[in-house]
């Protein structure tokens, strides 16, 4: 059973930045594929990014290539997501996620473990 708890949430104003980290417990850390999820109130919840097993491979959605970064440190068993230039329509609660896998994927289904969450509200 992994755990994980997300921190690094906030109240943000367009164009700053935000680092989110992820800590895990239990399981083989090193083993899985991550991947960051986030859900604005109404909508359905969406891939933000996705990182290897190793970290050689990363994948974003559209929506923030060029602004956020997803890295992890196996060592500490933990998963970043930094945030730069961040906009309104970034506010949402955001999400980590493990998947028993080389690669992360794209859909919520994919992935077999989930933090809480943790909130991002960035005023215009």
């Known amino acids: 059973q992994v755990q994980l708890v997300e921190s690094g949430g906030g109240l943000v104003q367009a164009g700053d930045s935000l680092r989110l980290s992820c800590a895990a417990s239990?399981?083989?850390?090193?083993?899985?594929?991550l991947g960051w999820f986030r859900q604005a109130p109404g909508k359905e919840r969406e891939f933000v990014a996705g990182?290897?097993?190793?970290?050689?491979?990363?994948y974003y959605a559209d929506s923030v290539k060029g602004r956020f970064t997803i890295s992890r440190d196996n060592a500490k068993q933990t998963v970043y997501l930094q945030m730069n230039n961040l906009k309104p329509e970034d506010t949402a609660v955001y999400y980590c996620?493990?998947?028993?896998?080389?690669?992360?994927?794209?859909?919520?289904?994919?992935?077999?473990?989930w933090g809480q969450g943790t909130q991002v509200t960035v005023s215009s």
């Open positions: 990182i290897s097993r190793i970290g050689g491979s990363t």
């Open positions: 996620a493990v998947r028993s896998s080389y690669n992360p994927g794209y859909s919520p289904a994919a992935y077999d473990y």
């Open positions: 239990g399981g083989s850390f090193s083993s899985n594929a």
